[in-house]
């Protein structure tokens, strides 16, 4: 019961960060591609970040995943397909692999890591967001024309 009782107050703590962030950004000029660029800067500042703390050659993986996702920028902001979905792809993993793999160990040891890994938990839902978002408005602007 516990544990169920953390994993709410964690979701609840990445629901308000996303809000945050929103928040933020609405006065900013937001999109698919700037949110991007916000988790791709996210994953590899924090992803070191961790690795020079902790010395763990895995907390390199969000550097790695950074690093592709920062090199999608300009196909997704030229609308190519094939790279935005890719975008989309490695964020929904590292999204994934963050929130299923590494949360529960961060909410046992707590601290600066659990920090760590809900702000890029926090910036891959953006993305995600965006992405989803910029889809469905591509998709009826083909439907209408």
């Known amino acids: 019961m516990k544990q169920i009782v953390s994993y709410l107050f964690i979701l609840d703590e990445i629901m308000n960060i996303n809000y945050i962030f929103r928040e933020i950004f609405k006065k900013f000029t937001m999109n698919s591609t700037n949110a991007n660029i916000i988790n791709s800067i996210c994953l590899i500042v924090i992803g070191l970040w ?12 969000p550097v790695g995943f950074g690093a592709v996702l ?15 979905h ?3 792809l490695l964020t929904f993993i590292i999204l994934v692999a963050l929130a299923g793999m590494r949360l529960p160990k961060s909410i046992e040891k707590g601290g600066l890591g659990l920090v760590r890994v809900l702000l890029m938990i926090g910036t891959s839902l953006l993305s995600m967001g965006y992405f989803v978002s910029s889809f469905i408005a591509a998709r009826k602007a083909r439907k209408n024309s």
Do not use: D, R
């Open 50 to 61: 961790g690795y020079f703390e902790v010395s763990s050659p895995t907390a390199l993986i």
């Open 70 to 84: 920062i090199l999608c920028t300009s196909g997704v902001k030229n609308q190519n397909k094939v790279v935005a």
């Open 86 to 88: 890719i975008a989309v």
